[in-house]
């Protein structure tokens, strides 16, 4: 029935838990960011790193990543980590920025797994020929290590991720950057996600059919979009006899 499958992440592929309000995460960090020559304790460094982020933000909304809708735009908060050694007057490169983000996350996951099913799914859907594709509003810095932890890079034909593009879910803008970098067509698609407002929604404004799975971490609010199919306990091993049912 369908070419190409569209899968969110967090919530439909992977579970996971983060504290970033931890007060132990924001003394380990002013530790390592004090270490590094950029003086801060644990509440000035959650505070300037609000702010930055609050200011990428803002940045980006401007551009026309973010289409210049700010619920739209998406920050990459590397870039935060990276400013943050630079208000102190530290230099701070690529490499640093991008191993202080990777450590920020590594301090600030409880846990990750993949559901039980996705492997299974994701190899089948490889086995018939099919695209698959990621789509998910994440921060690059945080979510490639992660897809590489839980060995499921090698499914993908593509993996879009908000931080990369400057936009999330649901703006047509990110679902349309997808279906033109792969040349994919949306009645040809299926949208695989947790969130009904940006997996859902927005999968239907960009033409595509829609799987809705109702999961822990799915926001509370659901029942409000049409999907074409809906999984309600949380049970990924139901969703290939749905999506697969007819192919």
Known sequence: MYQNYVFDFYGTLADIRTDEE????????????????????????????????????????????????????EPDLTKVFSGLYHEKGVFCDAAQAKLTAVTFRALSREFIRVYDGVTELLAELRRRGKGVFLLSNAQADFTRPEIELLELTQYFDGIFLSSEQGCKKPSPVFFGKLLQTYGLDPRECIMIGNDEAADIAGAKRAGMAALYIHTAISPSEYGR???????????????????????
């Open 225 to 247: 979009v049409e999907a074409d199919y809906r999984v309600m306990d949380g049970d990924f091993r139901k969703v290939g006899g749905l999506i697969l049912q007819t192919d």
């Open 22 to 73: 931890n007060p132990r995460l924001w003394e380990k960090m002013s530790e390592i960011y004090s270490a590094m020559g950029a003086e801060y304790n644990s509440r000035q460094l959650q505070c300037a790193f609000r702010r930055l982020e609050r200011e990428e933000k803002e940045r980006v909304a401007c551009g026309s990543a973010g289409d210049g809708n700010k619920e739209d735009a």
